[in-house]
Every structure is written in structure tokens, then in C-alpha cells.
Nanobody, 115 residues
Framework: QVQLVESGGGLVQPGGSLRLSCAAS????????MGWYRQAPGKQRELVAA???????NYSDSVKGRFTISRDNAKNTVYLQMNRLKPEDTAVYYC?????????WGQGTQVTVSS
């Protein structure tokens, strides 16, 4: 059984920074994608950033230059460093693991950007 546990959300002022973490446990295949999605109220879930176990990262245009995804394969952990946050970044952020044609999701962590 695969579990994803997220941490690091919270309330931050515009222009501030947050770092999200997501640790995967269970039977993790070495070749996989890990990433972050977000869902704002009344909107569909959207990709923020994703990173394969080896290879190039993929970012949403709305976060390029502000967010950085990284991962520690030895710990099956993915991070999302979010800088210069904007009110429109407010959403529930979900960790995703894609492996062997199956999606696994974390429980979500709230990020609120407000003064």
C-alpha cells in the first residue's frame, strides 16, 4: 500500500515563501513521477510541477520562475519551494505519485496567500 504524507502548508503574505514536502511510503517502484497539483475553490485541479525519477522537470506557466520542485529519491520525497507567492496561488496543494500507470494522491495541504 502506497501512502503520501504532505506537510508545509499555511498562511503567508503576498511575496512570501513556503516549502511543501511529501514523503511516499510503501512499495515504491524506482521509475516514477512525483509532483504537485493544486485546486482552488470552484476550479479544476491543475498541475503545478512534476519531476520524474530521472529527467527534466515540468512546470505550469503560472509558477515558472517562482516555484522549484526537487526530490530525494533515496527518501522517496518530493519538495516544492514556493517563492514570491501571490494571492492567486491560494489553493489546496496535492502531492502526486504516478507509477506503473497508477496515480496516488496525498490528502492535500492548504496554502493561503493573503495580507
Amino acid at each position: 500500500q502506497v501512502q503520501l504524507v504532505e506537510s508545509g502548508g499555511g498562511l503567508v503574505q503576498p511575496g512570501g515563501s513556503l516549502r511543501l514536502s511529501c514523503a511516499a511510503s510503501g512499495s515504491i517502484f524506482s521509475i516514477n513521477y512525483m509532483g504537485w497539483y493544486r485546486q482552488a475553490p470552484g476550479k479544476q485541479r491543475e498541475l503545478v510541477a512534476a519531476m520524474p525519477s530521472r529527467g527534466f522537470t515540468n512546470y505550469s506557466d503560472s509558477v515558472k520562475g517562482r516555484f522549484t520542485i526537487s526530490r530525494d529519491n533515496a527518501k522517496n520525497t518530493v519538495y516544492l519551494q514556493m517563492n514570491r507567492l501571490k494571492p492567486e496561488d491560494t489553493a489546496v496543494y496535492y502531492c502526486n505519485l504516478y507509477m506503473r500507470n497508477h496515480d496516488y494522491w496525498g490528502q492535500g495541504t492548504q496554502v493561503t496567500v493573503s495580507s
